[in-house]
């Protein structure tokens, strides 16, 4: 069993950044590592992510601020926030699936990042 502990949340200014990060625990291999983020009143909403194999997806609205990364061997993945608007406040979650043919989504319990002056 796979679980995800997210850390780095918090409060920061218009223009500032944050790094959120992910720690997989469990001896599964993962395939792709990511985020989603929940804004209060709004659907989940996919930001990043990244397989294991170095491919990495960013949502429109993310792309040149947002950059994802990751570490196998230690089973991680970072977020970096950079340029941060009040609209990317939300609460933001870690998720991991094992393989590319099962779809199973695994999910940490989220962290919330606010951006506001």
């Known amino acids: 069993q796979v679980q995800l502990v997210e850390s780095g949340g918090g409060l920061v200014q218009p223009g500032g950044s944050l790094r959120l990060s992910c720690a997989a625990s469990?001896?599964?291999?993962?395939?792709?590592l990511g985020w989603y983020r929940q804004a209060p009143g709004e659907q989940r909403k996919w930001v990043a992510s990244m397989t294991n194999d170095g491919n990495t997806n960013y949502g429109e609205f993310v792309k040149g601020r947002f950059t994802i990364s990751r570490d196998n061997a230690k089973n991680t993945v970072d977020l970096l926030m950079n340029s941060l608007k009040p609209e990317d406040t939300a609460v933001y979650y870690c998720?991991?699936?094992?393989?590319?043919?099962?779809?199973?989504?695994?999910w940490g319990q989220g962290t919330q990042v606010t951006v506001s002056s």
């Open positions: 998720y991991a699936r094992t393989s590319p043919t099962i779809v199973n989504f695994l």
């Open positions: 469990g001896t599964i291999t993962i395939w792709r």
